[in-house]
């Protein structure tokens, strides 16, 4: 067993881990920063497609970047986060590039900028450009020279508490992947910044974001909130593709069984360049009205904009070559392509672990940022306060505050039979060589959570079915999950990891009885902005999980809801069309 | 099907495909060649063919397991 030691341990090495890294050890932590990928090579942010929506001070509205995060936010963001968060972004923008991430300028030095998802001619919301994984790189070697310890490869996935104090957190435990050597870090603050829970979903690059932060938060004492809201994704049924918003540019669209293009009817403002759940809501409204399958139409492409597809896209290019959609001379053969929603849990907004204004959790000496948080800046996919920004500001804010708040702490002791009950209870699946398949258990949370009609269009029926099958899996294979190396017991805690926050979904929304933004049920088909702006608190007693709700405190807030009920925008724009729903 | 191919001739054992793998799913055999050791673990990220200097490595973007979707295609 290896023993460390530290001011502040941050677990998990993204854009929100290395910029609480950083700021941790400015403000005099000495700092460890542990990864169970390679820092700068693992999480979302080492695959970020390149957009960065920061607000410019000189050059964005702050009323337009400011209302449509909370608009489309749909006014569970922590307002007082977002405020701090425009407040800071622009100084996390110059510092990115004093330390030397590459954005895209124009000749006159000044950035260059597009419209991405979630913009539109009336409202442009326009994203500074990064050069993909250029970024994370940069943020590797800025914490080296800050003095940050990084340690590789060691998934953490218990935290241990203050001997004297059972709400503190004072130290982590993980092991090695390779070697399987237990860690236990000794820490006077911890920060989560592992990541979100993606349930290993049909998308691109994320299958480490499985939730391990939430799970060791809230196994430790802490509360989740937001669990109930989920990003999702929009890819080509047999492989992960990426890219959408260059193939729509040269002139793919999405079509129905018909051949219709649909997303127009259930979203006149932003048809398909609309935030991301509400194109897969309108798939699925055309699935279930019997419109199924979907399809996105490369069928207008010639042989100049599949060049021009290959020039940006290579890796996209060459699959739907060897798929064989496109020939050799750059023709079409197959240009209709089924297409679909991937649900990918808290990918860039959403659930995750409840921080207050410096990102303390509801436990003393424990810290969260980025995807790890339950995105208070954000809400349901506020895009202009989300994702790599987030993180940014996010894991900035508690580096500081983590690192203020060990030099308060004095000596203190860590309770040594936790360190060896946790230990025991990690390494369980490696004592259980003839047990569960990780991979059933994978499969089994997917078969159970990713129905449309269990994550996009929801009703009590199909979530509490689902919630039956998650509760049995918990029972049953999670005891047995099996480990033959010290990498199979990674992949068998994330197994563990997804049944618990599959759990802790759809318990939340079970029990938020209204529609809003992502989270949309057809039972309850209004926002409540009368009974729900709220964000549901999750704890866990005796194995179990507890909600609880606690107010938005929207009174204080400078943008607060026009009206007090309203039927679901896809709702209302379905019964529009005359379909019964 | 994930990682598909790496081309032991072109390979300099540099170890940089192992090092970045960010499932883990390579490892170095006695003789510091990458060995697929976890294919059922591989993402289909394409970090390994992207950062080999010797341009040993094709990926595949079809991943070994059928996925689960939300609606029959
Ligand atoms: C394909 C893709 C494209 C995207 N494109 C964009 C984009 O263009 N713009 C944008 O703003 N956002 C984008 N996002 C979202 C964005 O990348 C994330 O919201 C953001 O990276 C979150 O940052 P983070 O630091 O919280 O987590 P991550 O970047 O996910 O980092 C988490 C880190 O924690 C580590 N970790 C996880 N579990 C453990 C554990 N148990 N122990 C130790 N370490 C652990 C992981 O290895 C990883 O290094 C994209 C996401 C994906 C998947
Ligand atoms: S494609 Fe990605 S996950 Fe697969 S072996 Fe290469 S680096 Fe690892
Ligand atoms: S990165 Fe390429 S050259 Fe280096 S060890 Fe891997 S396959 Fe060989």
Redesign the interface.
């Known amino acids: 067993m290896k023993t460390l030691q530290c001011d502040v341990a941050v677990v998990g090495g993204g854009p929100a881990g290395t910029f609480a890294a950083v700021k941790a050890a400015e403000n005099g932590a000495r700092v460890i920063l542990l990864d169970k990928g390679y820092v700068g090579k693992s999480g979302c942010g080492t695959f970020g497609a390149g957009s960065f929506k920061a607000w410019l001070r000189e050059e964005d509205s702050l009323d337009l970047w400011y209302g449509k995060a909370v608009e489309e936010g749909f006014f569970i963001n922590d307002q007082d986060w977002l405020k701090k968060h425009f407040d800071t972004i622009g100084d996390r923008v110059k510092e990115l590039e004093a330390w030397g991430v590459t954005f895209e300028k124009n000749e006159d030095g000044t950035y260059r900028r597009i419209e991405g998802q979630g913009s539109s001619d009336k409202r442009p919301i326009k994203t500074l450009m990064f050069h993909g994984p250029q970024f994370m790189e940069v943020m590797r070697r800025v914490c080296r020279e800050k003095g940050v310890t990084i340690v590789d490869r060691v998934m953490v996935d218990a935290l241990l508490h203050d001997r004297d104090n059972p709400r503190a957190i004072r130290g982590v435990v993980g092991f090695h992947g390779v070697s399987g050597e237990m860690h236990v870090v000794r820490a006077r603050a911890v920060v989560l910044t592992a990541g979100a829970q993606a349930y290993k979903s049909h998308y691109a690059d994320l299958h480490m974001e499985t939730g391990d932060a939430h799970i060791m938060g809230l196994e430790a004492g802490a509360a989740l909130a937001n669990y109930e809201f989920n990003c999702h994704q929009l890819t080509h049924g047999n492989f992960a593709t990426h890219g959408m918003n260059v193939s729509q540019g040269l002139g793919a669209k999405f079509v129905n069984a018909l051949g219709e293009d649909f997303t127009a009817k259930y979203d006149p403002e932003y048809a398909s360049h609309g935030n991301l759940w509400r194109i897969s809501a309108s798939m699925a409204m055309e699935v279930k009205f019997g419109r199924g399958p979907l399809y996105f139409d490369y069928s207008s492409y010639t042989p100049q904009d599949w060049e021009l597809f290959e020039r940006t896209l290579p890796l996209m290019y060459r699959s739907y070559e060897q798929a064989g959609y496109v020939d050799g001379n750059r023709r079409v053969i197959q240009g209709k392509l089924s297409w679909v929603s991937a649900l990918i849990g808290n990918v860039g907004f959403g659930g995750g672990l409840f921080i207050d204004l410096d990102g303390r959790t509801t436990l003393e000496g424990l810290y969260a940022a980025g995807d790890a948080s339950y995105g208070p800046t954000s809400g349901v996919e506020g895009f202009c306060a989300y994702a790599m920004p987030a993180a940014s500001t996010t894991g900035a804010a508690v580096g500081e505050a983590s690192a203020k708040y060990a030099a308060t702490v004095g000596s203190f002791e860590i309770d040594e039979a936790e360190v060896e009950s946790l230990t025991r209870k990690l390494t369980a699946p490696l004592r259980n060589p003839q047990g569960v398949d990780p991979s059933h258990v994978v499969i089994a949370v997917q078969e159970a959570l990713f129905p449309y009609d269990v994550y996009i269009l929801r009703t009590e029926e199909k979530m509490l079915a689902a919630l039956k099958r998650i509760r049995e899996i918990k029972r049953h294979d999670v005891p047995r999950l099996r480990a033959l190396d010290a990498h199979g017991l990674r992949f068998a805690l994330e197994a563990r990891n997804m049944v618990l926050s599959a759990e802790v979904m759809l318990a939340a929304a079970l029990h938020r009885k209204e529609s809003r933004g992502s989270h949309l049920r057809l039972d309850y088909p209004e926002i409540d902005n009368e009974n729900w702006l709220k964000w549901i608190l999750v704890e866990l007693r005796d194995d179990e999980p507890v909600l609880s709700t606690r107010d938005i405190p929207i009174e204080r807030y400078p943008l607060r809801p026009e009206h007090k009920r309203e039927l679901h925008a896809s709702i209302a724009a379905a019964r529009r069309l005359g379909e019964e729903i | 099907m994930g990682i598909r191919h790496i081309d032991y001739d072109k390979c300099t054992r540099c170890g940089r495909c192992v090092?970045?793998?960010?499932?883990?799913v390579l490892?170095p055999d006695g003789e510091r060649r990458p060995v697929i050791?976890?294919l059922?673990?591989c993402?289909?990220?394409?970090?390994c063919e992207?950062y080999c200097p010797a341009g040993a490595i094709a990926v595949?973007?079809?991943?070994e397991?059928r996925?689960?979707?939300?609606?029959?295609?």
């Open positions: 090092t970045y793998c960010p499932q883990d490892r050791t976890y059922q673990d993402q289909s990220c394409f970090l992207k595949s973007a079809d991943r397991r996925p689960i979707l939300p609606w029959k295609i």
